[in-house]
């Protein structure tokens, strides 16, 4: 599954550190699902939308 994370955060101008305290995770875990090794949950992945003021399916796209 691909993923905006890493441009929606630039574009809030947030660290990682930052995405990752406001979302109750590790630093870790931010570079992890921004660099597709990691799936997140599905309530994690509502936060990031949340957070990033973005719908869930603009974030995240399946692949084919």
Same mark, same amino acid.
């Given at each position: 599954?691909?993923?905006? /994370?890493?441009?929606? +955060?630039?574009?809030? @101008?947030? +660290?990682? $550190?930052? =995405?990752?305290?406001?979302?109750?995770?590790?630093?870790?875990? /931010?570079?992890?699902? $921004? @660099?597709?090794?990691?799936? !997140?949950? =599905?309530?994690?992945?509502?936060? =990031?939308?949340?957070? =990033?003021?973005? !719908?869930? $399916?603009? /974030?995240?796209?399946?692949?084919?």
């Amino acid at each position: 599954m691909k993923n905006k /994370i890493k441009d929606l +955060r630039k574009q809030k @101008n947030l +660290r990682q $550190e930052d =995405l990752a305290v406001k979302l109750g995770v590790t630093r870790q875990t /931010i570079n992890a699902v $921004e @660099n597709n090794k990691y799936n !997140p949950t =599905l309530e994690l992945a509502m936060k =990031l939308a949340k957070l =990033l003021e973005t !719908p869930v $399916e603009d /974030i995240f796209q399946l692949e084919d």
